[in-house]
């Protein structure tokens, strides 16, 4: 009988405290942030924030755009000394409680990353909604800008956006950094931060109309100079677009310089965030013909270092494979010896692109991206001795010597170039 109380007992006072989530919040009053940007805000104080907002309504339409060719997002910026007053005015104007649990995408502007991003970052990480998951980007110009182009083949930019990531192991062209990497960068004190690059162009669309021939005579009733009823002259649309054009060198936590296309795949190379690309050399043997190939990392690069009389020394070692895609002169390079020879060719020119790139991030950004710090910290015993010797200041002085073989393993479906007949 006893038990039979205690057991009724709790299944009230189960019943008092089981009221349902007292926290929730309805699908349909939350405004879906898919994207946030950040710039520095009017007179360089404060910042800038511009969210995209999902329209439910839209979305799911007809392609390139939301239902009815609508667009199935649209912005908004505001002016605020922080970010979380952002949001507060935002709200102000938008009838729906912001919410950023799926943002995937912050893009944060030049001007701002060049003064200092990490305090803006900061103010993000401490929110609950905030997914380490996201991608980080810088753009030229300004966040709010990019995110106001309206791509062809999505309805959002977002979306466009992380179409042209998933294409990034192909191309090699720029580099693929979550909100995650940034800090584990950041916080480690052995390797300086990149973020991939974002700039806006103008895209033409169709050739241009020329004017059309003998209206006069198919212009049915015209004048005689044919110029009544004819169509003028049409020309190109400009279109605006967004692409990559390399990435973002941080020193610290400001940007203080950009690597192109050509660059980045050196600064994946050597953090073995490179799987594959086309490239390009000149052909050694026929001047003003190109030889193009895949160019595949098989296996991580090794990096060894020394210190010798105080003199900090790396030794870089590069094992890769090419696969021939094109042959302009028409050479028959799968002969034995011609083909070790266009392969010493392809190891010289990626050996003399990782010592530009390396010396160009020595001398004009003194910004260690490409992790030697990591190989210095293992010799220290502890990491109060590494920061004594503050690697950061001596990386411009390291002496880093460059070895790179590459292999031709494939020559393409066809054995020998085409016989003129």
Same mark, same amino acid.
């Given at each position: ?134 991608? &980080?980007? @810088? ?9 106001? *182009?309206?791509?062809? =083949?999505?309805?959002? !930019?977002? +979306? ?118 086309? &490239?390009? @050399? ?9 030889? *193009?190939?895949?160019? =595949?990392?098989?296996? !991580?690069? +090794? ?119």
């Amino acid at each position: 009988m006893i038990k039979r109380v205690i057991v009724i007992g709790l299944l009230i006072m189960i019943t008092f405290l089981a009221n349902g989530c007292w926290d929730r919040r309805e699908l349909e009053s939350l405004g879906l942030v898919q994207a946030l940007g950040l710039d520095l805000g009017p007179d360089q104080k404060g910042v800038t924030v511009t969210t995209m907002i999902a329209i439910p309504s839209e979305l799911g339409g007809e392609e390139g755009g939301g239902a009815g060719g609508k667009p199935g997002v649209f912005l908004i910026s505001m002016d605020a000394p922080s970010i979380y007053e952002a949001f507060n005015l935002i709200n102000t104007t938008v009838n729906r409680e912001i919410t950023l649990i799926q943002n995937r995408l912050l893009i944060i502007g030049e001007e701002l990353a060049r003064h200092g991003a990490n305090k803006w970052i900061d103010n993000l990480i401490r929110y609950r909604e905030m997914r380490r998951t996201l991608l &980080l980007f @810088v753009c030229k110009g300004t966040a709010a800008e990019i995110l106001h *182009v309206q791509p062809q =083949l999505e309805n959002k !930019p977002s +979306e466009y956006v992380n179409a042209l990531v998933a294409l990034s192991r192909r191309t090699g062209m720029y580099p693929t950094v979550t909100l995650n990497d940034f800090l584990k960068h950041y916080e480690a004190f052995a390797q300086e931060n990149y973020l991939p690059l974002l700039d806006k162009y103008q895209r033409k669309e169709g050739p241009e109309t020329p004017p059309a021939e003998n209206q006069a005579q198919s212009g049915g009733g015209g004048s005689e100079s044919g110029t009544e009823g004819a169509s003028p002259e049409k020309k190109p649309q400009k279109q605006d677009d967004v692409r990559f054009i390399g990435s973002a060198i941080f020193k610290k936590d400001r940007m203080v310089g950009t690597f192109d296309i050509y660059e980045t795949q050196i600064l994946l190379l050597l953090n073995d965030e490179f799987k594959e690309a086309m &490239l390009t @050399v000149e052909d050694p043997l026929k001047k003003g013909n190109y030889v *193009v190939f895949k160019l =595949l990392a098989t296996a !991580p690069g +090794e990096i060894q270092y020394r210190r010798q009389k105080k003199v900090d020394q790396f030794s870089v070692q590069l094992k890769l494979e090419a696969d021939l895609l094109s042959i302009q002169s028409q050479i028959d390079y799968t002969q034995p010896k011609l083909e070790k020879f266009l392969g010493r060719v392809i190891a010289g020119e990626i050996k003399n692109r990782v010592e530009k790139a390396i010396k160009k991030a020595q001398q004009e950004y003194n910004s260690d991206v490409f992790g030697f710090g990591k190989k210095v910290r293992r010799t220290f015993i502890t990491s109060g001795d590494y920061e004594k010797y503050y690697w950061p200041g001596k990386f411009k002085d390291a002496q880093v010597n460059v070895d790179v073989k590459v292999d031709l393993r494939r020559v393409g479906v066809q054995f020998q170039p085409p016989e003129n007949r």
